[in-house]
């Protein structure tokens, strides 16, 4: 059972790598709304995040790993009935410059500076659609660590 105080809450404080249980994931997460996700630019255009991603001080690309994003989305999606996830594999250029950022409320947040930019293309190696169930749930399949 994931803890909705363990979502993906959004901050702008210190950008130190931090060692922490997340850290080791290989694959991190972007939630979006059906809106953003059609939003995505074109290649070559690096994506820089959402407008709200945009509106933080500093921007910064906010993600998620595997063990918060079906908190991330109960938290903050609660009122959508349909997101797309995009699959963001860690590579060295990603690594360069993500940033782990607490713990806060005991979860660690990890985000990319806005400026370096995302290639939805090429870097994302899975955008998929989720829908929320009758019931409610979230069907979102199999996270990868």
Wanted: hydrophobic fraction near 40%; aromatic fraction near 10%.
């Amino acid at each position: 059972m994931f803890s909705p105080r363990c979502a993906h809450r959004w901050f702008s404080a210190s950008t130190s790598n931090m060692a922490h249980p997340s850290a080791s994931s290989t694959i991190l997460y972007k939630v979006l709304t059906d809106d953003e996700f059609t939003s995505l630019p074109l290649p070559p255009t690096l994506w820089r995040g959402t407008a709200f991603d945009r509106s933080t001080s500093p921007a910064i690309v906010h993600l998620a790993a595997s063990t918060q994003v079906a908190a991330t989305i109960t938290e903050l999606y609660h009122d959508h009935s349909s997101l797309w996830i995009l699959a963001i594999p860690r590579t060295p250029r990603i690594d360069a410059w993500l940033r782990w950022d607490g713990p806060f409320d005991g979860c660690a947040h990890v985000h990319l500076p806005a400026d370096e930019g995302i290639d939805v293309w090429s870097e994302v190696a899975i955008r998929r659609p989720v829908k929320k169930g009758e019931d409610g749930q979230w069907d979102l399949g199999e996270l990868e660590w």
